[in-house]
């Protein structure tokens, strides 16, 4: 019997639902992966077949999290402890993949914390469930892309990446910056900063001169894993 494999895109994941032709569609079955549109195709129910298929509809995505500030007088805004920072608190909300909404609470987490898995398999930092719909997902951080937010980034208003989140069943919204920051003055003289209220103003003594940072400002964006083979993973 021919099947339709109705593949559809929903923040930056898919669902998969094979079905019998001119049946409504069962429960999805959820997979890590995204296309770009929706797309229908008549399938024979094979699982084999459908395992060759799905890599070539589909790419797995996760989301990079960027970050730009006006900066005055200082460079090389990151974490305390650097990019890696294991106890740097990232919050963010969560929109929920299956029903849509976004958390009221924001989330926590950090590099250093990590809970197991409801499957007994393997780690995240972040185990979730979705308050509305009672979708369960989890978040894991992917470490080794982040870099300083440079002065010249700040002047020519780009922005610099932070952390790489692969989210499964959530996808993260509305980061909030936390206290944790660190970053020099142009002079060297070396700052903690505290982003919680979005700002931060101090003197610099040794090259009298104040130092500030405002117009903090944080984004998520769909990145794609680069194939490398073997080589240390990289994100477009
Ligand atoms: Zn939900």
Redesign the pocket.
Known sequence: MMHNLTVWRGCGRISVVLTPRQTEPSSPLLLPYSVCNKSILPWSPRSSQIRALIPRLLQMVYYLLSIAADLDNLTDLQPRGGCDDPTYPYYFKVK??????TSLKESCVMISEQVPLPTGKGVAHLVQK??????EGNVQMITGHGQPLTLQQSQREEYCKLMIFDSRGFEPTDFSFADGWKAQSIAGTSFDVDLSTGEFAEYDDKGKHPVGIVNVRAKFSIVRRKDRQGRKDSFI
Do not use: I, N, T
């Open positions: 929920c993949e299956g029903c849509g909404e979705c308050k509305l719909c009672g979708r």
